[in-house]
Structure formats: structure tokens, C-alpha cells
């Protein structure tokens, strides 16, 4: 089976400006979590999606937010960006509850 | 605040030796407990998952869970150059699929 997928895979941004962030989970999987990774404060969880609805949200503000397509695809959106944005972000998916995640292999996100 | 707690190490370990990582957690409520590797520059790579209080072997690694003492720990047996990488410790709670990472522990294997 093929693997998490995260577009892009690298992206440099100015303060301000506002980004999104694609991810495919392995097939069958209907559950897709997003993380953010800075070497500061670690792996923070974001928000997850099963069957195009939020069911957790993480301590972000609300210029996060994201959404997931009738095929499990899920976008993140982040708006006005800040330098503190800069980060690896990081979308894993898995089966269901209580299954295991699988992480793709990020998007590192560069505020400048 | 439900945590995680892992030594940073960095933790050095010789060839062929065993290395031990420790986890603790505050959340009585877990019940799912995961074990990531994580080389530099790429993502988090599941190594081991564990449900239930016990041992769980998978090869060179054995996953050890303690809910009454809300301890886990990830030993490496035979330990190898490739297993340098930092380790992370995750646990998640029966109600939802929120996981809960500790910092995680650099680990180093001298040949």
C-alpha cells in the first residue's frame, strides 16, 4: 500500500500571506490527523477529521483550520501567517479509534 | 494538562548493547501507547504499539507497559548504528485520536 502523501513538500512564505497544505491518507484510512512539529515546543496536534467532520481540535488559534474531502483527502489552512508559523507539518492517518497512526512525510513551512 | 515526560538524552549506547527508553504519562485514562522513531529531517515512523499491561516483542524490540505505575518503556536489543534517531514516546486516550507526544530521547549507538 502506498504510503501518507503531503503536498507540498517544502514552502517558503512571507509574514501575512496564507498557505495550504495537502495530505492523502493510505487507502482506507478515514481518519486523518494533523500535526506541527518546531523544535521548541515538539509534535503539537492540530485537529483531526473522519468522514469530512472535525472531530478534535487542538490549542491553536483560528487562523488554522482545515477540512477533509469525501475521499479522505484532508487540506490545512493556515491565514496570516506569522514567523512562528515556521514549522514541519506533519498529517497522519489512520483506520479508525484506537488504531495506529501513520505520519507522511511533512511539510516544512518557512515564514519569513 | 495531561504530559508526557521523556529524557532527552542524549542517551549513548554501544554496538550490540541493549538500549533502554523510558516513558511516563499523567493521564490515568490512556489506553493506547505508541513508540516512534524519528531520523533527522524526516517524519515520525511507527516502531511499536502496545494496548495492553505487559511485554510486546517485535524483533529486536520489545515495548513494556505499566498502567499502575503509567510507565512505558522501548527496549532495543542488539542495538545498531541505524538505530541512532530520536525516539518518541505517544499516547492516546480511548476518546478520541489526539496523540499526546513526549519531547523525545535522542539516542546515539557508538560502534
Known amino acids: 500500500k502506498a504510503g501518507v502523501t503531503q503536498t507540498p513538500r517544502y514552502l517558503i512564505k512571507t509574514r501575512g500571506q496564507q498557505v495550504t497544505l495537502s495530505c492523502s491518507p493510505i487507502?482506507?484510512?478515514?481518519?486523518v490527523s494533523w500535526y506541527q512539529q518546531t523544535p521548541g515546543q515538539g509534535l503539537q496536534f492540530l485537529f483531526e477529521?473522519?468522514?469530512?467532520?472535525?472531530?478534535n481540535k487542538g490549542n491553536f488559534p483560528g487562523r488554522f483550520s482545515g477540512r477533509q474531502f469525501s475521499n479522505s483527502r484532508s487540506e490545512m489552512n493556515v491565514s496570516t501567517l506569522e514567523l512562528g508559523d515556521s514549522a514541519l507539518y506533519l498529517c497522519?492517518?489512520?483506520?479508525?479509534?484506537?488504531?495506529?497512526?501513520?505520519f507522511g512525510p511533512g511539510t516544512r513551512l518557512t515564514v519569513t | 494538562q495531561k504530559e508526557v515526560e521523556q529524557n532527552s538524552g542524549p542517551l549513548s549506547v554501544p554496538e550490540g548493547a541493549i538500549a533502554s527508553l523510558n516513558c511516563t504519562y499523567s493521564?490515568?485514562?490512556?489506553?493506547?501507547f505508541f513508540w516512534y522513531r524519528q531520523y533527522s529531517g524526516k517524519s515520525p515512523e511507527l516502531i511499536m504499539s502496545?494496548?495492553?499491561?505487559g511485554d510486546k516483542e517485535d524483533g529486536r524490540f520489545t515495548a513494556q507497559l505499566n498502567k499502575a505505575s503509567q510507565y512505558v518503556s522501548l527496549l532495543i536489543r542488539d542495538s545498531q548504528p541505524s538505530d541512532s534517531a530520536t525516539y518518541l514516546c505517544?499516547?492516546?486516550?480511548?476518546?478520541?485520536?489526539?496523540?499526546?507526544f513526549g519531547t523525545g530521547t535522542r539516542l546515539t549507538i557508538i560502534p
Open positions: 477529521y473522519f468522514s469530512e467532520t472535525q472531530r
Open positions: 497522519a492517518s489512520s483506520f479508525g479509534q484506537r488504531g495506529e497512526q501513520y
Open positions: 493521564d490515568r485514562g490512556s489506553q493506547s
Open positions: 502496545i494496548y495492553s499491561n
Open positions: 505517544a499516547v492516546k486516550d480511548g476518546g478520541n485520536e489526539k496523540l499526546t
Open positions: 487507502s482506507g484510512h478515514r481518519s
